[in-house]
Nanobody
Framework: VQLQASGGGSVQTGGSLRLSCASS????????MAWYRQTPGNQRELVAA???????DYADSVKGRFTISRDNAENMIYLQMTDLKPEDTAVYYC???????????WGQGTQVTVSS
């Protein structure tokens, strides 16, 4: 499975962006689909995930501002980001996990920069 993320860019505080992730395989069949982000010198952190049997989960820092969604017909995952803050600046990665035991797949990152 190949994942292709897009939609990053530069916005000012309070702005919005929508990230997209195109999958070469079925997103519906995945155990989970998620967005992670990473800043220089830090570990990659979970932002939002859709997990089979569990539902949707968000990092506390983005709850109420970010929305993850899935289009099964188009094999796409989206991350709608609103009320962006400078601390949201990071490289965002799309992730898919085939089964509970893996394997997992990563897309290339897309840069999001929020200026104050």
């Amino acid at each position: 499975v190949q994942l292709q993320a897009s939609g990053g860019g530069s916005v000012q505080t309070g702005g919005s962006l929508r990230l997209s992730c195109a999958s070469s395989g079925s997103v519906y069949s995945m155990y989970s689909m998620a967005w992670y982000r990473q800043t220089p010198g830090n570990q990659r952190e979970l932002v939002a995930a859709i997990v089979r049997g569990t539902g949707i989960d968000y990092a506390d820092s983005v709850k109420g501002r970010f929305t993850i969604s899935r289009d099964n017909a188009e094999n796409m995952i989206y991350l709608q980001m609103t009320d962006l803050k400078p601390e949201d600046t990071a490289v965002y990665y799309c992730n898919g996990v085939r089964t509970f035991r893996g394997p997992d797949y990563w897309g290339q990152g897309t840069q999001v920069t929020v200026s104050s």
